[in-house]
DNA sequence: AAGTTGCGTCAATGGTGTTGACATAAGGAC
DNA sequence: GTCCTTATGTCAACACCATTGACGCAACTT
């Protein structure tokens, strides 16, 4: 990692040789559209450089090294996905719509998503929503401690749901399309006697190609509801 | 890709210059090795080509590409953590152990599990995988459609949190202490003022830094019970 | 107007996956 | 046992990648 090359506070206003003036914000918003408009191979310092008109390394004057922009641009996205977000209703409601804007905001960069998603940011947008959530898990009666434990459980549930479906989006198409015939193609050719169970679903099969993360949702909220019951 | 470099059938084993005869499972374990042995940026096919003792564009005639060899690494993976599996009591016990089988399997390798536990290998481990985990559905008393759609969630479920946590093993060293002292530290300083649900449960913040998949399992489970009693 | 120094630029280092041409030895045919 | 074919290992090259240290300009401070 470089060393004293990021300063907190900038005074000198520099412009590049193209003329743009570059920016914390700018590098950030430059990086998310960047991987959202082209293929998963977009975001990379160079053609960050370029895109930005400047120097590849002069980014190094703004972040340590790609994996600080990468925390950088996913505490943006919780921001985004965070916006106007104030649970009024009962928990459960509010635990769903938070995990439906975690998610839906990671489905819209899973570029970013994929890489960042197991990531802490450590950063305002993040504290946020932690404390979000942990006052919706409070509100659902639960005690300090398993306040914490299933919020834990539920982030991480919403979190590895749309790293998974992240990660399979921000596939090149054509691996992501071998992955999703699979259901289609492979699973319908096995031999029925040595695969009975898959034999006996296999018009059903396709449904593994559809994201899980609906239906995973409802059965953990529904637990949560019965634990907060019988707590 | 590569068109046609890799042939179905081998039948020259032609000894490369030190003299190992290079195999498709030979060339698998090595990355498994590998990825496990060295951090993170251990499995490049320079790296392997070096362990193997072979010019690293050998591995084209075996793979058609890293994606390729991904796939197979992953496959094996499963058929490991899987081995030997066949489970007779209640079909509850059976998806936690199979839950427990994936996770602690992907957890052996996290490097590996990072890149590939969203992908569907098509690959014989998987389909028997797949085929013991929708027995188990449908030995819960589930019907065709819901014991698919149930699954998905399941395995999904247990492949999110074991991704997330793999990929947070994977991290290089100083990356993972900074993500997990995030709690210990960052969240500790917040202001009470603007962060009041955080303030109140501090002391329990910590626990945000282990795995929360236990919890995430119980709470699955449970649900999934509640739903074949009702079924 | 002069002096510091922040910051953009340049050039270089050592890594990556992948490919096409090449050479050699393995195995089949006789 | 010898010849032929060709599978397969090797080599060199291409086009990328992140990162760094030296350099010098220009924007602030005084």
Known sequence: MATGRVPVERRRRRPTKTG??????????????????????????????????????ALYRYFHDTDDLLLAVADRIIGETMHDFAPEGDWLSGLREMAHRVYSGYSRHPRIAAMAAYRVTRRAHEFRAVEIGIGLMRRGGFGKEAAVRHYAAFI????????????????????????TRAWT?????????????????????????HSSFENALDLLLSALESQARAG
Chains 1, 2 share one sequence.
């Open 156 to 179: 991480d549930t919403v979190l590895g749901h749309a790293a998974l479906d992240a990660a399979h989006l921000a596939l090149a198409p054509e691996r992501r399309g071998g992955d």
């Open 20 to 57: 743009t003036v570059l920016t914390e914000e700018l590098i950030v918003d430059c990086a998310l559209r960047l991987a959202g408009e082209h293929g998963a191979e977009a975001l990379s310092v160079r053609r960050l450089g370029a895109a930005l008109g400047c120097d590849p390394s």
């Open 185 to 209: 193609e492979a699973y319908q050719d096995l031999p029925d006697a040595a695969y009975p169970q898959l034999a006996e679903v296999r018009h059903e099969l396709p449904l593994m190609a």
